[in-house]
C-alpha cells in the first residue's frame, strides 16, 4: 500500500519503510510525527481526494534534521550598480522514516502533527491538524456579536493617515532601491525598517528572517538590496 502526501508545498509518493527527505519539519530525532494531509491512497482500493481524504494520515518517525546540499548563487548587475555577489544556500530538511499509512482515524490518533518551521496563522495549524484553535473554532458571526458596538471606528477615523505613512515620512524612500515596489515598502515599514541604513546593516540571520516574514525567499540576494542600500545611504 502507497499514499501521496503533502508537505512543504511538494508532494510525495510513500510506502512503509521509505526514507524521505522533507522540508523542516518542527519535530526532534527520535519522535513520530502525522502527515494529515494524504491526496490518494493506493492498494487494493484505490482512493483520490478531493483535494485530501478526510481521516487518513500517514505517521513517520523523525530520524534526524539536516542539511541539503549547497547551492552557489551567483547576481551580477552589470549596467545600473555593476556589482557582483556570491552567496551559499543549504536547504534545512527533515529526514523521516515512514510507518503506519491510516486509511481512517487520523482525527483520534494522538500524534502530533508534521508541521513547517515557518510561521503558521491558526486557521492553518486547524487545517493541518484537524483540530481547531480557539481563535480558529470560533464561528466568525460569533465573533462579531461579541465585538461591542461602542468600539466601532467612525467613518472619518478610517480617513486618519495610517501609521506606516508617518514611518514612511521620518525614514527614507526605499522604493529607491531595484526591486522594491510599494507593496514591499509597506511590509518593510510594517517591519519597522525605513531607512537604507538599516537594510545595509543586515546579516544574513537578517536576511533569513526578513525573507521569511515577508514570503520572498532568496530576492534580498537576487536583487542585491543590501550592496544598493549602501550605496544610497552614502547620500
Wanted: hydrophobic fraction near 45%; proline fraction near 3%.
Amino acid at each position: 500500500m502507497f499514499a501521496v502526501i503533502k508537505t512543504g508545498g511538494k508532494q510525495y509518493k510513500v510506502a512503509s519503510g521509505d526514507i524521505l527527505r522533507v522540508e523542516r519539519i518542527a519535530a526532534n530525532a527520535g519522535e513520530t510525527v502525522q502527515f494529515n494531509e494524504v491526496l490518494m491512497l493506493g492498494g487494493d482500493k484505490p482512493q483520490v481526494g478531493a483535494p485530501l481524504i478526510e481521516d487518513a494520515a500517514v505517521q513517520a518517525e523523525v530520524v534526524d534534521q539536516i542539511k541539503g546540499e549547497k547551492v552557489i548563487n551567483f547576481v551580477k548587475r552589470r549596467r545600473k550598480h555593476s556589482s557582483k555577489r556570491t552567496k551559499g544556500h543549504r536547504q534545512k530538511l527533515t529526514l523521516v522514516k515512514i510507518g503506519d499509512i491510516l486509511e481512517t482515524g487520523a482525527g483520534k490518533s494522538k500524534v502530533m502533527a508534521a508541521v513547517g518551521t515557518g510561521s503558521v496563522s491558526a486557521a492553518a495549524v486547524a487545517a493541518i491538524t484537524g483540530k481547531a484553535t480557539d481563535e480558529a473554532a470560533t464561528p466568525a458571526k460569533a465573533k462579531k456579536a461579541a465585538a461591542p458596538k461602542a468600539e466601532a471606528a467612525p467613518k472619518a477615523a478610517k480617513k486618519a493617515a495610517p501609521k506606516k505613512a508617518a514611518a514612511k515620512a521620518d525614514g527614507d524612500d526605499l522604493s529607491e532601491i531595484s526591486g522594491v515596489g510599494p507593496v514591499i515598502v509597506g511590509k518593510l515599514n510594517a517591519e519597522g525598517i525605513t531607512t537604507f541604513a538599516q537594510i545595509a546593516a543586515w546579516t544574513d540571520a537578517d536576511v533569513e528572517a526578513i525573507e521569511e516574514k515577508l514570503s520572498f525567499k532568496g530576492r534580498v540576494g537576487r536583487e542585491d538590496w543590501i550592496a544598493q542600500a549602501k550605496e544610497l545611504a552614502k547620500g
